[in-house]
């Protein structure tokens, strides 16, 4: 009996790997357990399997060809089987797989002028065509929000900016509920918003060695006379920056914190 209730609480984990900005299967990627305590199924369909997991907390770390570096925490204490996490990779400054994609290559400079090299930071897209918008209150520690706009699914795993008057907070979407038209964010609200304050595409941001950065812009994102405006979190400040983007090709953009 002992030996049945020790495989009972054993739990499966399911990485679902995508590219951010083609939505396709990212096949060729390595994720690993901090520890080397257990070894990942690669399914070859952008889903890699952990099986047997104890219920406790881990850290993955997931890298593949052409995109940035992610490392996740996983709490599987209270874990219902099997757990599915959509995690979207980000491309790097020198992936060879946007030729023709409209992105931004930028820079991040210090104060004095000199690139801030292994810097990260948060970028959002404040997009006139966004239609993503609170259709009723969320309250600071919530989990779960409702939102109007957009296709349900595909926010899954995306990172969001909610903005009301000068009030901001960076949340990530673990999961839509079809069930409560809701959806579950992976760490709760740390303010109170009020319905129909605004949710804007943002991206966690990696300067490389050189302090350089790169992100496909979706053209659903770019206004029609070809603005693109962004805010740039860095540390404790916050930046506005506008560029006039050039369709199917790089942009330049050098930030300086403040």
């Not at 083609?22 to 369909?45: F, H, L, M, P, Y």
């Not at 993955?60 to 209270?78: G, S, Y």
């Not at 006139?128 to 969320?138: G, I, M, Q, T, Y």
Request: net charge positive.
């Amino acid at each position: 009996m002992k030996r049945l209730d020790v495989i009972q609480k054993k739990v499966s984990l399911v990485f679902q790997l995508i590219d951010d900005y083609t939505e396709k299967s990212v096949v060729t990627a390595r994720v690993r357990e901090s520890t080397g305590c257990c070894q990942a199924i690669n399914k070859r369909d952008g889903y890699y399997v952990f099986i047997n997991l104890e219920p406790k907390e881990y850290i993955f770390t997931i890298e593949a060809p052409n995109f940035l570096k992610v490392t996740k925490k996983i709490d599987l204490a209270l874990a219902q089987e099997p757990v599915i996490i959509k995690v979207r990779l980000q491309h790097g400054v020198f992936s060879n797989l946007l030729n023709n994609a409209t992105r931004i290559l930028g820079r991040l400079d210090n104060k004095t002028g000199q690139p801030q090299a292994n810097h990260s930071f948060m970028l959002a897209v404040i997009s006139k065509a966004n239609n993503l918008r609170l259709v009723e209150d969320a309250k600071k520690g919530s989990t779960k929000i409702k939102v109007y706009g957009g296709d349900k699914y595909s926010l899954e795993g995306r990172k969001l900016l909610i903005a009301e008057k000068e009030k901001y907070s960076f949340i990530e979407i673990e999961g839509y509920d079809p069930e409560e038209d809701c959806f579950r964010l992976n760490q709760p609200l740390d303010l109170n918003y009020k319905t129909g304050a605004v949710l804007y595409h943002s991206w966690q941001m990696e300067t490389n060695h050189k302090g350089e950065f790169m992100l496909p812009i979706p053209l659903t994102l770019i206004n029609e006379d070809k603005t693109l405006k962004l805010k740039v979190f860095i540390d404790s400040g916050v930046i506005d920056e506008e560029l006039i983007v050039s369709l199917g090709d790089s942009n330049r953009l050098i930030i300086k914190a403040v």
